[in-house]
């Protein structure tokens, strides 16, 4: 039944409007010079969607009368929301030179040249337009856009408040102002902003976007995603937030976060996040293929994602094609030199290439980056041994260890080595708690075998508790 009124008031409102332009019509025969009439045409056959229609209209009213500011207004109007800023600019200068002091003139000129990047412009206007109308929340809130937009924090925080003083149900004065809030470190004002545009507006699919990836930035993940999928279930076609929860999902959920991840990428061809975090998942699941093909649709929207170059270097390393993964690494590291984790690939892909000396160089660079990233140590230690600098490697090892006491394989690894130094006893107790550790590891027999020959050559044929 709702709809049905809903469609009757419109086709009644454009009965109303049809009926009003046949009375301008009729004035227009009776008075062919009526300006006026002609520009009420020219309004109304806007409000219908008759855009040249209209323009005509106004056009004709400025011939008769070429001092109406109100026409070349609104001819101006209709340009700019047509994408023609030139002329809308024109139009306007025309409307205010002709004295047309109006605060609605004004605030459109300002949005002009918002549009066009001019925010000093813009924010001249809109002060002359406050100037005329004091009380306008608009050209307040406006003029805080203009000055966000330059990240004038301090007057633009002023320009909203303001806005809000005047009108308290301003739901998009209270979403910027969080903005501005954030941008200042103040999370909690910010949520608080976001929770009243709510409360105004509880159809605001962005203020949900916005709360939701301040909830996840902060690790609240259920708020998160409960605010995703409200911004969903506004717009079932809203790809960011497809996008942001597959974020947060694919941390416990991987079919989930692929699923959402499609869903994103199936509404915006252009996500390129999304393409590059379905393709790690591809990869997580070893379909290296797959993965490669979504990085690859990734660079070819972001050619220096640095991400996706990681990403397919991986799968590349993966799937045996060793030289080509060092081609990515090393150009995923021109463009972030701050990720620990691509100089630690590139060095164990090094290794397996048996190019010491640069797996070497890379573990270091890993290191400095992040000196608590114990598998850098692990494997910084296992280069150092094949290299004969087995101190090095041991010291190694052991601050591995000290970062992850209970790593198993660290463990067997330094046990190794201890049994090629002689060193049985220390060999003997690696062995025996990564055995402890993991019970189940696939070299458990070559565990036991190494196990057995040092309790040999210690002379102890106990069986330490591992039988």
Not at 157 to 173: C, R, T
Not at 197 to 207: E, M, R, S, T
């Given at each position: 039944?709702?709809?049905?009124?809903?469609?009757?008031?419109?086709?009644?409102?454009?009965?109303?409007?049809?009926?009003?332009?046949?009375?301008?019509?009729?004035?227009?025969?009776?008075?062919?010079?009526?300006?006026?009439?002609?520009?009420?045409?020219g309004l109304l056959r806007n409000e219908l969607g008759d855009v040249n229609g209209a323009i005509n209209d106004f056009n004709q009213a400025i011939t008769i009368n070429n001092q109406m500011s109100v026409a070349f207004y609104n001819r101006g109007y209709i340009y700019d929301n047509q994408g023609d800023a030139d002329s809308a600019l024109k139009d306007y200068n025309t409307a205010i030179d002709l004295?047309?002091?109006e605060d609605f003139v004004y605030i459109?000129?300002?949005?002009?040249?918002?549009?066009?990047?001019?925010?000093?412009?813009?924010?001249?206007?809109?002060?002359?337009?406050?100037?005329?109308?004091?009380?306008?929340?608009?050209?307040?809130?406006?003029?805080?856009?203009?000055?966000?937009?330059?990240?004038?924090y301090e007057h633009s925080l002023n320009d909203f408040s303001q806005a809000l003083i005047i009108d308290q149900q301003f739901a998009v004065a209270y979403f910027n102002r969080a903005i501005v809030y954030l941008a200042i470190y103040k999370v909690d004002l910010a949520l608080a902003d976001l929770d009243q545009a709510i409360d105004n507006d509880p159809y605001y699919k962005d203020v949900y976007l916005l709360r939701g990836s301040i909830f996840q930035i902060n690790n609240r993940i259920d708020e998160a995603i409960a605010d995703y999928n409200k911004a969903i279930e506004i717009d079932p076609d809203f790809s960011e937030a497809y996008y942001r929860r597959g974020c947060c999902v694919s941390a416990f959920d991987l079919s989930a976060g692929f699923d959402d991840f499609t869903k994103t990428i199936a509404l915006d061809?252009?996500?390129?996040?999304?393409?590059?975090?379905?393709?790690?998942?591809?990869?997580?699941?070893?379909?290296?293929?797959?993965?490669?093909?979504?990085?690859?649709?990734?660079?070819?929207?972001?050619?220096?994602?640095?991400?996706?170059?990681?990403?397919?270097?991986?799968?590349f390393n993966n799937i045996?094609?060793?030289?080509?993964?060092?081609?990515?690494?090393?150009?995923?590291?021109?463009?972030?030199?701050?990720?620990?984790?691509?100089?630690?690939?590139?060095?164990?892909?090094?290794?397996?290439?048996?190019?010491?000396?640069?797996?070497?160089?890379?573990?270091?660079k890993a290191i400095t980056v992040d000196p608590n990233m114990a598998i850098a140590y692990r494997e910084r230690a296992f280069v150092f041994n094949l290299l004969g600098n087995k101190d090095e490697a041991i010291k190694d090892y052991q601050q591995a260890l000290i970062l992850n006491p209970d790593d198993w394989f660290t463990l067997s690894m330094r046990g190794s080595l201890y049994y090629q130094l002689e060193k049985y006893a220390l060999a003997l107790a690696d062995f025996n708690?990564?055995?402890?550790?993991?019970?189940?590891?696939?070299?458990?027999?070559?565990?036991?075998?190494?196990?057995?020959k040092i309790q040999k050559l210690l002379g102890d044929a106990k069986d330490n508790n591992l039988d």
């Amino acid at each position: 039944m709702d709809d049905i009124v809903r469609m009757a008031n419109l086709h009644l409102k454009q009965s109303d409007l049809e009926q009003k332009i046949k009375d301008c019509d009729q004035a227009i025969a009776k008075k062919p010079n009526d300006f006026n009439a002609y520009n009420l045409r020219g309004l109304l056959r806007n409000e219908l969607g008759d855009v040249n229609g209209a323009i005509n209209d106004f056009n004709q009213a400025i011939t008769i009368n070429n001092q109406m500011s109100v026409a070349f207004y609104n001819r101006g109007y209709i340009y700019d929301n047509q994408g023609d800023a030139d002329s809308a600019l024109k139009d306007y200068n025309t409307a205010i030179d002709l004295d047309l002091k109006e605060d609605f003139v004004y605030i459109e000129r300002g949005n002009l040249y918002y549009g066009l990047q001019d925010f000093s412009k813009a924010i001249n206007d809109y002060s002359i337009a406050i100037e005329i109308n004091p009380n306008s929340a608009y050209a307040v809130y406006f003029r805080g856009m203009a000055f966000l937009a330059v990240e004038d924090y301090e007057h633009s925080l002023n320009d909203f408040s303001q806005a809000l003083i005047i009108d308290q149900q301003f739901a998009v004065a209270y979403f910027n102002r969080a903005i501005v809030y954030l941008a200042i470190y103040k999370v909690d004002l910010a949520l608080a902003d976001l929770d009243q545009a709510i409360d105004n507006d509880p159809y605001y699919k962005d203020v949900y976007l916005l709360r939701g990836s301040i909830f996840q930035i902060n690790n609240r993940i259920d708020e998160a995603i409960a605010d995703y999928n409200k911004a969903i279930e506004i717009d079932p076609d809203f790809s960011e937030a497809y996008y942001r929860r597959g974020c947060c999902v694919s941390a416990f959920d991987l079919s989930a976060g692929f699923d959402d991840f499609t869903k994103t990428i199936a509404l915006d061809s252009n996500a390129f996040d999304a393409y590059i975090n379905r393709g790690y998942i591809f990869y997580t699941n070893k379909k290296y293929y797959e993965a490669i093909d979504d990085c690859n649709q990734a660079l070819a929207l972001d050619p220096q994602n640095a991400y996706a170059l990681f990403t397919r270097a991986l799968c590349f390393n993966n799937i045996d094609r060793k030289e080509e993964a060092v081609t990515d690494y090393i150009h995923s590291i021109s463009l972030d030199p701050l990720n620990p984790k691509v100089y630690h690939a590139l060095g164990s892909t090094y290794t397996d290439l048996n190019n010491l000396p640069e797996a070497l160089n890379n573990f270091n660079k890993a290191i400095t980056v992040d000196p608590n990233m114990a598998i850098a140590y692990r494997e910084r230690a296992f280069v150092f041994n094949l290299l004969g600098n087995k101190d090095e490697a041991i010291k190694d090892y052991q601050q591995a260890l000290i970062l992850n006491p209970d790593d198993w394989f660290t463990l067997s690894m330094r046990g190794s080595l201890y049994y090629q130094l002689e060193k049985y006893a220390l060999a003997l107790a690696d062995f025996n708690k990564a055995l402890a550790l993991n019970p189940d590891s696939a070299g458990i027999a070559a565990f036991y075998d190494v196990k057995s020959k040092i309790q040999k050559l210690l002379g102890d044929a106990k069986d330490n508790n591992l039988d």
